[in-house]
């Protein structure tokens, strides 16, 4: 017997495919990225495009002074007081830098300025991390007030203390040495500063930590030490950064305690490079100083990040 019912076509296997073959597969009912607009997915890119062209120029005033400082060292006086001024020296010169080191000990200076920065930086971050762990982790009656009167010491300008530690620096018989550039940053009112940055580091820092430290026999020296301080990376570097361009570029101190070339820091060599006339010999003073700002770069490179993270760190609690 025949069967009136009409067999219905079986259907296939559900799929998202576009019934021309083309384009990608649809999920969830969204729209494949080829389906999208092309001006829509061209505005991420216009975006990123624009803020680089924004970031590139609002670059130029602190890359240009730079750019120009570098370049002019490798020109001779009369191009570089040109107008209108030429951005590539037209005529490369290398004298300038030979200059440098032949009118004074420059080296010498050099070596002044790197050793004392280094050490200077070593003995802040020493200081400074122990008493803001200090001030971070041990109660003791006055903390806080101890703290606001330590925070005191960064509103008193260093032109004010100058006199008293020169007549001290004086009595010591340290005067044309370079103790005084050494051990009064390390102790005085510079430090401040990273005191500051270490406090709020350890402030963020979970007391589970030093229990289970305590746990494992550390006493509180021992956690400082083989738990809090290395877990300071951050802070540390920008203490360090901080500390080592500071006495890079200190200058009162060394015209006051120095009088000698040989211990002349850099701050006051690139003062010395004149003429018969008094006048500046501009070629060998922007070699001079294209030299100096070599070692702050490096320091900035190598602890960017970690400058960065020391810096957000420091808004912790407390």
Do not use: C
Request: net charge positive; hydrophobic share 50%.
């Amino acid at each position: 017997m025949r069967s009136d019912v009409t067999s219905a076509p079986v259907a296939g296997p559900a799929t998202d495919d576009p019934p021309d073959g083309g384009g990608l597969p649809r999920r969830g009912g969204l729209p494949a990225v080829g389906d999208l607009p092309v001006a829509r997915r061209r505005r991420p890119r216009l975006a990123r495009g624009l803020l680089v062209a924004l970031l590139v120029v609002l670059s130029v005033p602190f890359v240009f002074p730079t750019w120009w400082m570098a370049t002019s060292s490798l020109k001779p006086m009369s191009e570089i007081l040109r107008v209108p001024p030429t951005l590539w020296p037209q005529d490369v010169s290398w004298g300038a830098y030979g200059d440098v080191f032949a009118l004074q000990p420059f080296a010498q200076q050099y070596w002044n300025s790197l050793y004392i920065a280094a050490l200077v930086t070593a003995g802040t971050i020493l200081v400074a991390s122990l008493a803001g762990y200090a001030f971070a982790r041990i109660s003791f009656p006055g903390a806080n007030a101890l703290f606001v009167l330590v925070l005191a010491g960064m509103l008193v300008p260093a032109e004010v203390t100058i006199v008293p530690l020169f007549r001290m620096v004086n009595s010591l018989g340290l005067i044309d040495t370079h103790w005084p550039l050494i051990v009064v940053p390390i102790f005085g009112a510079p430090s401040v500063l990273a005191t500051f940055i270490m406090r709020q580091f350890f402030l963020g820092l979970p007391r589970e930590l030093e229990e289970a430290g305590r746990m494992d026999g550390l006493g509180r020296w021992g956690i400082f030490w083989r738990i809090a301080f290395p877990l300071a990376r951050p802070a540390v570097a920008a203490v360090a950064i901080f500390t080592f361009l500071k006495s890079w570029n200190l200058y009162l101190e060394p015209i006051v305690y120095l009088s000698s070339r040989e211990n002349f820091t850099l701050p006051q060599a690139l003062t010395q490079y004149v003429d018969a006339y008094g006048g500046p010999m501009w070629n060998v003073q922007l070699a001079a100083t294209t030299l100096t700002v070599i070692p702050v770069l490096a320091v900035f490179l190598v602890a960017q990040r970690q400058f960065v993270q020391g810096l957000a760190h420091s808004g912790l609690k407390g």
